[in-house]
């Protein structure tokens, strides 16, 4: 196929042809051409189907607004639908395709949906689908499903990446029409930083699509050396390809930038960047878009508007029709007449719903005042037009000029609303913008060359006084204004068929008065029931119109009526872009151990807390399950020694006159008398009582303490203590600081951890249990001088104690300490069997403190000092948390040995019924004991402590599972604590 | 006697890595310590940090080189760090011997990976992660702020047009690091 | 969002923790009279304007200070940033 519809002129680069496909026929385009404009060149006129009905459609604009000219692009994994293809720029080897139908494009079976339309008007869904109830999720559902929605996903994962990024600038102008251009020249002048973005692949905004002129030459050629001033100066940056599509607080703007959708291959570069955009002031100059006039059947393909078969003759060089009508309501329609004429289109006549006086005299054109076009034909494309005198022309084009909407879309994203002016009949934005916004050109209702120039330096100028610039003086360069003279036309009530209102959702006029009779009357409730204005393109065409004639309908005019307003984004965002870097094992970042090479090597499995990554278990042998392995390490550990990673607990280091002081206030227990070289275990609670966190914290100097916290809370228990001494006590003298990543620390536990250590602490250090008891630390040095910390702390209940090295000897030491400790067979042990031997020992971890449990719950209430005062202090003594009735942390074991017990299981009596007035609470924490034999729990139930002995059931309704269990003591193991003092 | 050594490892062993002519760097001797001042003890701190290192703490977001190549650096009121090259894990002995007790001390050198990214893509590869205005005359040499990059807690500092200092906690300097390269590898061309 | 740090200048919302009203600054003494009834008030009662509002911000990923941000809830506008500890002796909580 040849190029036949291509005119002379144009901006395309007719020296670069490019190949590309269509439903899988090759064309050529130009380098310059979009998908739409390529297209339209090779004479195609179908494009795709409706959403609804299925009817068949065609290219219907130029740009962004585009409803129809939904395609799919490229294969495989790298298929994206619904891309609109008059913004899709071609590139050679392209593959596009059509979307939304079934068969072929010419032959859609859902193509049917057409004729059931009467059934399927405004708010089928809520008539149609209601019965019977059953019917919702296997028939109307997946029925609704397979008929409606647009393109396919290629259901591969996407192979692009994505990126974010952060600009910053004093101006951002958006849009590079003749208002924008001339709002960044003169910010760029002035020095201020500037940022010009425009999502066309060139500057110039509707200057390419026209035949002014600018500053004493073509309106391209005078935006081609505008952006070739701003390219030179260093304080301004010009960004193509980017859409503004959001207006955020504080003069914070996002920007979706297409990187590589122009390139046949992204060669691994972001294919997107979402620009979150920080700017002092903003100067939106986002043009407008015109509207159409709803007639009867003014869907078919080759039914355009005015402007855009316009920019195609002139910026592309192709003519939409062979023969071509226009159809207006003013002045502007009558120039796209002028301009196809002009590059040898044929122009069959000019029709203005306007009793007027011809606006121009164009040579060979019919021309027809006072009437409209009420019917059209052509089944894939345009046959004929029939006017309201009666009269058909025989025309394969349409061109609708219904007038320009302002792109108001950005002041209305901090709920700013439009108001409307009956003299250019169009919503312009309102006094509410965004604060630091201003708006110049057509978006604000500014139609004439000349005026958008003028505006867009005035709004600058304005801009950078505000933020301390010298405007510059330069005036801004010469234009005409072009008439623009409307008299509002909304639809032609002489039509007898079906009038679409909104292309992309198959929204007819009669659906809207449909809906004005149902009493969907605001324009919130009239998008709801008939979906005008959803989708990708928001109803950029179609928004006022339906507005329009909801308003006649109601007999009221268009401001009583409502106006819509706009949510971001502007256009489309794809997910990936939104995204970024923030997927697969990108999604967070992750915190690991100095120790975690050596891990790697030594079998470990990992699991995830919080952000790090914590060594579960050591695989070692032929051990065939988890718990081979967990049981080994817990065995070991108890009869010799094991070595434990517990890098990850939270270390804050507090400094000051008044360390203890705060210490005292954040925990519920007192820490002012701890003796220096001596570690507590203390708890926090928050104001409302609740446990908060526990944790150990030593006392290495008078007024120096080291506290540590659980993994996951270390930065909520850090500002919590900012909070304790900047809100409440700000005079006092102390400082904080984490430490979390200066030290790797690892846990040495059992019977001979003191042997192991004594190898490699240096000479002068006594370990003996006499010199260092229990709860004992130290600054010491080990392998001769380096410095560590040592803490005998237990809690595996073992004779332990962690040592803590700066973290770059992380590596060594786990290394150190295994080639060491080989003499006693020790072993590393990870999470798990941590975990089991703190369930032996019933110590609380987050499993227990939920956020819901109390110290008097964890059998901690009397920790919680009366002498002071401390967080938490006063509401723990409410009545109800001091009661006898309530949860204990208990000790539970099956009553059968060889059950299993499952955590999340409720406690009921036995004979009871598993309801909640019979609840008496659940197991929190489980494990096999290998040092008992039997598996072990802990929990709550309802008076626990005093309930010792009894047997109770541990009801898990999710897995089916009913065991009687007997309540215990929680510290199963060594419940007098002699192994870890010994 | 011990028997055995530990050896030192550094976060990213000595990352080095160049993009054309930008370049990305762990630095490896590096000692970092926090200083914070106790109440009602600025003026003692000031006269020794002026008397060893020739200027009295900056004002939070500044830093500036003292004497023997010393960095002083201050993100927030009455905290400031001293950064300065030395090869062991310890840096408060030397500080500590020229500001005596006037400050509460805390080691930050194992604390944190330092990273050092030059090149005329240094500010675009920032750009894509840091929502700190690079700008020279926003963001001047020696300035030196906490901010945030791909969710992980920074410091951020400009030691020269082009050169910046860039810190993260050591144990997300994996993480970090890609960060930075994904950065330069999408940057660069 | 973007708050106009006292010591720092404009500084993105990405930096911050959020908690809350800034009343939990008037936390009331344990030797109070009434103090179980102050201390149910302090964490419990809250106004909840619709309008400027006083809440607590921490510039965690930044200078670690506790800030009082005045913010209009309804237009998100910040009229006022102070640091807490300044808020918190001028409510009269130096001891």
């Known amino acids: 196929m040849t190029q036949d519809m291509r005119l002379d002129g144009g901006l395309v680069d007719r020296s670069r042809t490019i190949s590309f496909s269509w439903n899988g026929k090759t064309m050529q385009g130009y380098q310059g051409d979009t998908l739409a404009a390529a297209l339209l060149a090779n004479g195609v006129k179908l494009v795709g189907r409706s959403f609804k009905y299925h009817r068949p459609r065609g290219i219907f604009s130029a740009g962004s607004e585009e409803p129809n000219a939904l395609v799919q692009l490229r294969k495989g994994a790298y298929q994206e639908p619904n891309t609109r293809a008059t913004v899709a720029e071609l590139f050679e080897g392209l593959e596009a395709t059509s979307q939304n139908h079934k068969g072929t494009l010419e032959f859609d079976f859902l193509a049917m949906n057409d004729l059931a339309s009467p059934f399927l008007s405004a708010g089928f869904y809520y008539k149609t689908f209601m019965w019977p109830r059953a019917f919702w999720e296997k028939v109307y559902e997946p029925f609704i499903r397979s008929a409606a929605g647009l393109g396919a996903l290629s259901g591969e994962t996407d192979p692009d990446v994505y990126d974010k990024g952060y600009l910053h600038c004093d101006v951002l102008v958006i849009g590079s029409g003749p208002a924008g251009l001339s709002a960044a020249l003169a910010a760029g002048r002035s020095g201020a930083e500037v940022l010009l973005c425009d999502e066309d692949n060139v500057f110039g905004g509707r200057l390419n699509a026209e035949t002014f002129k600018v500053g004493g030459t073509s309106g391209v050629e005078w935006a081609r050396n505008a952006v070739a001033e701003l390219e030179v100066m260093d304080n301004v940056r010009i960004m193509s390809r980017t859409t503004v599509y959001g207006a955020f607080d504080h003069g914070i703007y996002g920007a979706l930038e297409r990187k590589t959708d122009h390139l046949r291959s992204a060669n691994g570069k972001p294919r997107n960047i979402a620009w979150k955009i920080y700017s002092g002031r903003a100067i939106l100059c986002a043009g407008a878009t015109e509207r159409s006039i709803a007639f009867g059947n003014n869907d078919r393909p080759g039914v355009m508007l005015a402007g855009s078969v316009r920019a195609y003759a002139n910026r592309w060089g192709v003519a939409t029709g062979k023969s071509i009508a226009v159809f207006t309501n003013n002045d502007d329609g009558w120039r796209t007449a002028s301009d196809l004429v002009e590059v040898g289109a044929n122009v069959a006549a000019v029709i203005d719903s306007r009793e007027i006086e011809p606006f121009m005299n164009i040579p060979g054109v019919s021309v027809t005042v006072g009437a409209g076009v009420c019917d059209t034909t052509g089944r894939k494309a345009l046959k004929s037009v029939t006017l309201t005198t009666g009269q058909t022309l025989d025309v394969d084009c349409l061109a609708v000029a219904g007038g320009w909407s302002p792109n108001v879309h950005l002041t209305c994203h901090q709920r700013g609303r439009p108001s409307w002016r009956e003299d250019i009949a169009a919503f312009v934005p309102g006094g509410d913008l965004p604060p630091g916004m201003s708006v110049a050109g057509a978006a604000n209702g500014v139609y004439g060359t000349r005026a958008c120039l003028v505006e867009g330096r005035a709004a600058a100028n304005a801009a950078v006084k505000e933020l301390g610039f010298t405007a510059s003086r330069k005036g801004a360069d010469k234009a005409e204004d072009e008439p623009a003279n409307i008299t509002a036309y909304w639809h032609v009530k002489e039509s007898t068929k079906r009038a679409w209102v909104d292309l992309q959702n198959d929204v007819t006029t009669k659906d809207v008065k449909q809906a004005e009779q149902e009493g969907f009357r605001s324009v919130e409730h009239l998008k709801r029931y008939t979906t005008m204005g959803m989708a990708t393109d928001q109803g950029k065409t179609a928004n006022v119109l339906g507005l329009a004639i909801m308003a006649e309908a109601r007999g009221k005019s268009i401001p009583e009526t409502g106006t819509t307003i706009f949510r971001p984004p502007y256009s489309p965002v794809p997910f990936g872009a939104l995204a970024g870097r923030s997927k697969g094992k990108d999604f967070q970042p992750y915190r690991i151990t100095p120790s975690d090479k050596w891990a790697r090597e030594n079998g470990a499995s990992f699991v995830e807390t919080g952000p790090w990554l914590r060594a579960e278990w050591y695989v070692k042998g032929d051990e065939k399950g988890w718990r081979d392995s967990v049981d080994r390490e817990v065995i070991e550990t108890r009869k010799s020694v094991g070595i434990c990673d517990v890098t990850t607990l939270g270390k804050i280091d507090i400094q000051g006159r008044d360390a203890a002081k705060l210490l005292n206030m954040a925990y519920a227990n007192g820490f002012a008398k701890l003796p220096v070289g001596k570690t507590r275990y203390g708890i926090m609670l928050r104001e409302d009582g609740i446990c908060m966190d526990d944790g150990t914290t030593a006392r290495l100097g008078e007024n120096h303490f080291v506290m540590t916290t659980t993994t996951v809370n270390a930065v909520a228990i850090y500002r919590h203590l900012d909070f304790i001494r900047q809100c409440l006590y700000p005079d006092w003298d102390v400082h904080i600081m984490s430490v979390t990543d200066s030290w790797a620390q690892y846990a040495v536990a059992g019977p001979n951890s003191r042997n192991l250590l004594y190898k490699i602490v240096d000479e002068e250090f006594d370990l003996s249990n006499e010199a260092f008891p229990f709860m004992a630390c130290a600054d010491i040095t080990i392998c001769g001088g380096i410095p560590a910390r040592l803490f005998r702390i237990s809690f595996s209940g073992e004779l332990a104690y962690e040592i803590a090295v700066p973290s770059r000897y992380g590596d060594s030491l786990i290394r150190i300490l295994h080639k060491a400790g080989k003499e006693f067979n020790v072993v590393p042990y990870g999470l798990e069997a941590l975990s089991v031997m703190r369930i032996e020992k019933g110590h609380a971890v987050a499993s227990e403190l939920t956020g819901q449990t109390t110290a008097q719950n964890l059998g901690m209430g009397r920790m919680i000092s009366k002498k002071k005062d401390c967080i938490g202090n006063i509401l723990s003594e409410r009545e109800y948390m001091n009661s006898d009735e309530i949860w204990n942390l208990v000790g539970l074991q099956p009553v059968d040995k060889a059950m299993k017990l499952d955590g999340g299981s409720h406690f009921i009596n036995k004979g009871d019924a598993p309801r909640m007035d019979t609840d008496l609470g659940w197991m929190t924490s489980v494990a096999y004991s290998p040092t008992l034999g039997h598996h072990i729990g802990l929990g709550f139930v309802k008076a626990g402590s005093s309930r010792m002995g009894d047997v109770i059931r541990a009801w898990d309704g999710v897995r089916k599972k009913d065991v009687e269990v007997e309540i215990v003591s929680a510290h199963f193991f060594d419940p007098d604590g002699e192994r870890l003092r010994g | ?189 | 969002m973007i708050i106009n740090h006292p010591l720092l200048g404009p500084r993105d919302s990405s930096e911050f923790y959020h908690l809350g009203d800034a009343t939990l600054i008037d936390r009331p003494n344990r030797e109070d009279v009434n103090a179980a009834e102050a201390f149910y008030e302090y964490l419990y009662v809250r106004d909840n304007p619709a309008g400027k509002y006083c809440e607590l911000w921490y510039h965690e990923q930044g200078d670690r200070s506790w800030l009082v941000v005045t913010r209009d809830t309804t237009t998100h506008e910040i009229s006022e940033v102070k640091l807490a500890s300044d808020e918190a002796r001028a409510r009269g909580r130096s001891v």
């Open chain 2, 1 to 189: 006697m011990v028997d055995f050594t530990l050896e030192p490892k550094a976060v990213l062993d000595g990352f080095d890595k160049i993009w054309n002519s930008t370049r990305l760097r762990e630095l490896t001797e590096l000692a970092a310590v926090a200083v914070s001042v106790p109440k009602d003890g600025a003026v003692a701190l000031n006269q020794k940090l002026k008397a060893a290192y020739g200027r009295n703490v900056p004002a939070a977001g500044e830093s500036f080189i003292g004497k023997g190549n010393t960095r002083v650096m201050s993100f927030a009121k009455d905290q400031f760090m001293i950064l300065f090259d030395h090869a062991a894990h310890s840096g408060i002995p030397i500080v500590e011997k020229k500001l005596g007790n006037t400050g509460y001390y805390v080691e930050q050198t194992n604390n944190w990976v330092f990273l050092e990214l030059s090149g005329p893509q240094a500010r675009a590869a920032l750009e894509r992660v840091c929502p700190v205005n690079t700008h020279v005359d926003k963001f001047t040499v020696n300035r030196a702020e906490r901010t945030n990059i791909e969710h992980m807690g920074t410091v951020l500092c400009r030691t020269g047009d082009d050169t910046f200092l860039i810190m993260s906690a050591s144990s997300t300097a994996g993480s970090f690091l890609h960060a930075l390269e994904t950065s330069m590898d999408y940057v660069s061309q």
